[in-house]
């Protein structure tokens, strides 16, 4: 049908010419309401957008002079976190004269890693290293929350 056919048949019906397809040969178009389809084009989007959740970035900060059942709390809440879909920022602060001491805030990250490690499986996305006076890295959850 040519396109001004189709366009005199939509007008009739009170309707709207609207081209799905403008790059196939030849072009695929449908007489609709396009303010419906496009309203429900929307919501649909929103919908996929409220099912989908994007893994947030959470934090846990660690100083050299933490005890070690302070260790294991911290390790299970980024555990909780992992569980829940979210990545993990580890963060070893050193304040003044401890940036003397680098090896052992790498030590500290070490062994935090391990304890999350016993917990259960983790991925390191971003491997540990210096930014400033922290030492951080980033892991996240090998198992897809279901």
Known sequence: MSS?????????????????APGSNPPVCKIL???KYRFEKQKSE???KKNSKSATLKEVQLHISI????LATKANH????LADGDKVNIRVVLKGREMAHQEIGEELLKKFISIMEEQGPINIEKAPSWEGKCYSAIVASKSKKQ
């Open 67 to 70: 005890g070690a059942h302070d």
């Open 46 to 48: 929103r919908q996929q």
């Open 33 to 35: 309401n396009y303010g």
């Open 78 to 81: 980024a555990k909780n976190f």
């Open 4 to 20: 001004r056919a189709a366009n005199e048949l939509a007008v009739s019906y009170g309707l709207d010419l609207f081209c799905v």
